[in-house]
């Protein structure tokens, strides 16, 4: 994470295990003006190399640094 008065940017991984398995959901999230906004969120199961978006960028209104 990278911050600094009061904008900036964090990619966050964290590992989810249900019933059905385990995986991992990522997150890129912005902060402007102090506050946090989901850029993009999707889910990864192991084993697998499809990512299933639960958020997906192109309709966020955040800008990759």
Same mark, same amino acid.
């Given at each position: 994470m990278i911050t600094a008065g009061g904008f900036g940017n964090a990619d966050l991984t964290i590992g989810v295990? =249900?019933?059905a398995g385990r995986g991992?959901?990522?997150e890129w999230a912005q902060e402007e003006a102090e506050r946090w906004r989901i850029c993009s969120l999707y889910f990864r199961?192991? =084993?697998k190399s499809i990512d299933i978006e639960i958020v997906p960028d192109t309709s966020a209104r955040c800008e990759r640094e």
């Open positions: 295990e =249900g019933p991992q959901l990522s199961a192991d =084993g």
